[in-house]
Nanobody, 124 residues
Framework: QVQLVESGGGLVQSGDSLRLSCVASGSTFSTYGMGWFRQAPGKEREFVAAITWSGGDTYYADSVKGRFTISRDNAKNTMYLQMNSLKLEDTAVYYC?????????????????WGQGTQVTVSS
């Protein structure tokens, strides 16, 4: 069982930056693929970014490419999402997710564990 706890969400203005964190329990964090998803009201959960176990490969949704950066610190069991140039359409609940055996996919149904989510609201 893996527990994930997100933090760092909040209310910001368009163009601002925000950094989300996700802390994972357990001693095998360095073997997991990790990712961020988001869900806006009335919409399905969508892929935002993912990172392989070593941090050597990262993947981004087209909508955030060039603005968001995913990273991880395996020594701290923590993953980050640096969000720059935030837009109104980035408003959503952001969830971190864990993929056992580093099986990264954009399909949220195939991820194994989820955090409780953190709200990000971007205002004009």
């Amino acid at each position: 069982q893996v527990q994930l706890v997100e933090s760092g969400g909040g209310l910001v203005q368009s163009g601002d930056s925000l950094r989300l964190s996700c802390v994972a329990s357990g001693s095998t964090f360095s073997t997991y693929g990790m990712g961020w998803f988001r869900q806006a009201p009335g919409k399905e959960r969508e892929f935002v970014a993912a990172i392989t176990w070593s941090g050597g490969d990262t993947y981004y949704a087209d909508s955030v490419k060039g603005r968001f950066t995913i990273s991880r610190d395996n020594a701290k069991n923590t993953m980050y999402l640096q969000m720059n140039s935030l837009k109104l359409e980035d408003t959503a609940v952001y969830y971190c997710a864990c993929a056992l055996w580093n099986r990264i996919t954009t399909n949220p149904k195939l991820w194994n564990y989820w955090g409780q989510g953190t709200q990000v609201t971007v205002s004009s």
